[in-house]
């Protein structure tokens, strides 16, 4: 290679910057380029100093008659590596040289100094910050700050991030950090009076829309981007542990997630205020005791099943302990549980913060515990209820609260959505469902409380199959894959309806067995296979 360079045509060099006249501002590398020239950068300048019009094939010329002295074939495919090598490191030492040149032109005609560009990247979403710190090295120096992962959102339609990710964003942020999303979000979010469920499996990822069958191909027989159960292991430690801080945590469908990583998170957690859960496999006893005994300044609480209707599992002491110990609860969703209504009475009325209460898909719920409440005990501050297709829903029950809201009870209350997709229970048969809102006192109720908002949407009597099929098929769909999400069909007079096939509910009405409910848990192993994070 050095006959190749020393043997090419001589060409003008580039004009170089001068040196100072005066010797006494000569920097240290002026001084050793002077008195001692380094070979290498001789070379190297003789190299650069090719013009683009003649060095193109002056060293195909050059390089060939190279090739053709060399006798063997073993000695010509050496020289071809070793040419392609030192090529490659020369365009890495370019781009390397651009960096930082590029990097010194920004740190000076930024506009913003170094705290407060973090102070702007800080209030971006973490995706953005992932994004700003790829530009230059001057954004990823500030991007390094904590308070640029003081909320961190990890959530996506499809796994994109593994325990990795979320540990080294965690200790990025450290005791700052103040919101934790992590998990499978599919599609947007459901408006707050819908129940629309927002449970997803990792079977059915690769579907997700804007999933290229090349990627199927890959995630076939692994999930390297899938989050486990020590995700959230990154929370716990001494008193200055980023989870001490913590005060919102939301999770979504993490599969591989079970009740003693979710414990030890929370047990890590005492400052949290919002804890939203939706289709993890936990068990919802365990996990309102753990919420209990640690998170005592907690004041949202949402927690969504991933199977409707299969976890019976909440006893009255829970119920006592989670009142005594949470006190401060404004705001709790429970959907998709088996809820009697002696317990979820507990609940109301020992809450006497609360004001928005969610109970949406649970199976027992008849509405008896609706009754005596709206005095000076627990529910007088309800604004919103929602009570949406609650199969055991009696009319009879809505109807005297809507006639206790009339007569003065529920002053507060704004906001009430009794919607069932099946119809309401009627008072001595529950397989005898009502389609209407004839037995309620709407038009009173309208009169009285002109402000107030009743959402009552259901399917036309008859407009779907017997009771008693639809009961036989929800066992039936237990033996079967995992149901896909319903589709509701309008009529065009905007009320919704659906099959009764559907239904998402179990039709068994007992208690249930907790060592067979709790032995259909998955329990997955760790995998050690760990990608990056991408964006985008």
């Given amino acids: 290679m050095d006959t190749l360079l020393l043997g090419c045509p001589s060409t003008a060099k580039r004009p170089c910057c001068s040196l100072p006249s005066d010797p006494l501002v000569l920097t240290a590398s002026h001084r050793v380029s002077i008195s001692r020239p380094d070979p290498m950068d001789r070379l190297l300048e003789s190299f650069l100093g090719l013009s683009d019009s003649t060095s193109t094939l002056s060293l195909d010329l050059s390089f060939d008659r190279l090739l053709e002295s060399r006798p063997c ?33 920004n740190a000076v005609v930024w506009a913003l100094p170094p705290d ?23 954004f990823r120096k500030c991007t390094m700050d904590p308070l640029c992962y003081a909320n961190i959102d990890l959530t996506a339609e499809v796994p994109r991030v593994n325990n990795v990710v979320v540990s080294t964003f965690i200790q990025r942020a450290g005791k700052v950090l103040q919101s934790l999303k992590l998990g499978i979000v599919p599609g947007p979010t459901a408006s707050p009076g819908s129940s629309q469920p927002l449970v997803y499996t990792i079977r059915n990822s690769a579907d997700a829309p804007g999933f290229s069958w090349n990627d199927k191909r890959s995630r076939q027989g692994k999930e390297s981007s899938s989050l486990t159960r020590s995700c959230l292991s990154s929370l716990s430690g001494d008193s200055d542990a980023p989870g001490a801080r913590l005060r919102r945590l939301h999770l979504y469908n993490i599969e591989r997630m079970d009740n003693a990583a979710l414990c030890a998170a929370l047990s890590a ?59 401060h609860i404004t705001s709790l969703a429970l959907r998709g549980f088996k809820l009697h209504d002696n317990k979820v009475r507990v609940l ?58 009339i007569a003065g009870d529920f002053k507060i209350l704004r906001h009430l959505d009794i919607s069932n997709r099946e119809g309401l229970a009627s008072e001595g048969d529950w397989y005898h469902r009502c389609y209407s809102t004839s037995g309620i006192p709407v038009k009173q109720l309208e009169e009285e409380r002109p402000g107030f908002y009743l959402a009552a949407e259901f399917p036309h009597e008859g407009s779907f199959i017997d009771i008693e099929q639809m009961v036989a098929n929800e066992a039936y769909s237990d033996l079967s894959s995992p149901s896909q999400p319903s589709s509701h069909t309008s009529d065009g007079s905007g009320t919704l309806f659906t099959s009764s096939t559907e239904s998402s509910y179990n039709s068994d009405q007992g208690s249930g067995n907790e060592d067979g409910r709790e032995a259909s848990y998955i329990i997955y192993e760790e995998s050690s296979d760990e990608v990056d994070f991408l964006v985008g």
């Fill in 116 to 138: 407060l560009t973090t102070k702007v990247f800080s209030v971006l979403d973490t995706q953005s910050v992932c994004y700003a710190a790829a530009t230059c090295t001057l």
């Fill in 348 to 405: 109301v009325k020992g809450f006497h913060k609360l004001k928005y209460l969610d109970f949406s898909t649970s199976y027992s719920i008849t509405g008896g515990f609706l009754r005596n409440l709206g005095g000076d005990a627990g529910g007088n501050q309800l604004e919103v209820l929602i009570l949406r297709d609650c199969m055991h829903l009696k009319e009879v029950e809505v109807a005297r609260m809507c006639t206790a809201v």
């Fill in 73 to 105: 074939d073993s000695d010509q495919n050496d020289m071809i590596e070793r040419a392609m090598r030192l090529g490659s490191v020369l365009l890495e030492a370019g781009k390397r040289s651009a960096r930082k040149r590029a990097t010194m032109h």
């Fill in 269 to 327: 957690c005492p400052s949290l205020l919002d804890l939203e859960i939706v289709g993890l496999h936990v068990e919802l006893r365990q996990t309102l005791e753990s919420v209990s005994k640690y998170c005592h300044l907690i004041e949202r609480l949402h927690f969504e099943a991933s199977k409707a209707g299969r976890d019976d599992s909440l006893k009255w002491p829970t119920c006592n302990d989670l009142v005594k110990n949470c006190p």
